[in-house]
Nanobody, 123 residues
Framework: QVRLVESGGGSVQAGGSLRLSCRAS????????MAWFRQRPGKEREGIAS???????HYADSVKGRFTVSQDSTENTLYLQMNTLRLEDTALYYC?????????????????WGQGTQVTVSS
């Protein structure tokens, strides 16, 4: 059974940085895509970054140039480095996984989800 556990959320001032982690266990996919989603207050869930087992990455325009997704195979951990944080980055951040490759940051594309970690950006 796949289990995804996020950590690293917290409170930070605008302009600051945070690094989120997602520890994965039980994933037996040889070909996979992992992604970060977020849900801002009063908004729909949105996909913001993904990485495949080929190390191909995709980003939403809202985070491009500020956020970097990476994955450490030895630790089975997905990361999201978030720099130059803005007030509008305040959200509950989730990691997700699926077998196979997809370039689409759509929730329905992913089968496995973590519980989320809260990020709050203040002025």
């Amino acid at each position: 059974q796949v289990r995804l556990v996020e950590s690293g959320g917290g409170s930070v001032q605008a302009g600051g940085s945070l690094r989120l982690s997602c520890r994965a266990s039980g994933i037996a996919y040889s070909v996979w895509t992992m992604a970060w989603f977020r849900q801002r207050p009063g908004k729909e869930r949105e996909g913001i970054a993904s990485i495949t087992s080929r190390r191909t990455t995709h980003y939403a325009d809202s985070v491009k140039g500020r956020f970097t997704v990476s994955q450490d195979s030895t630790e089975n951990t997905l990361y999201l480095q978030m720099n130059t944080l803005r007030l509008e980055d305040t959200a509950l951040y989730y990691c997700a996984a699926r077998s196979g490759w997809t370039p689409y940051l759509e929730g329905y594309e992913f089968t496995d989800w973590g519980q989320g970690t809260q990020v709050t950006v203040s002025s």
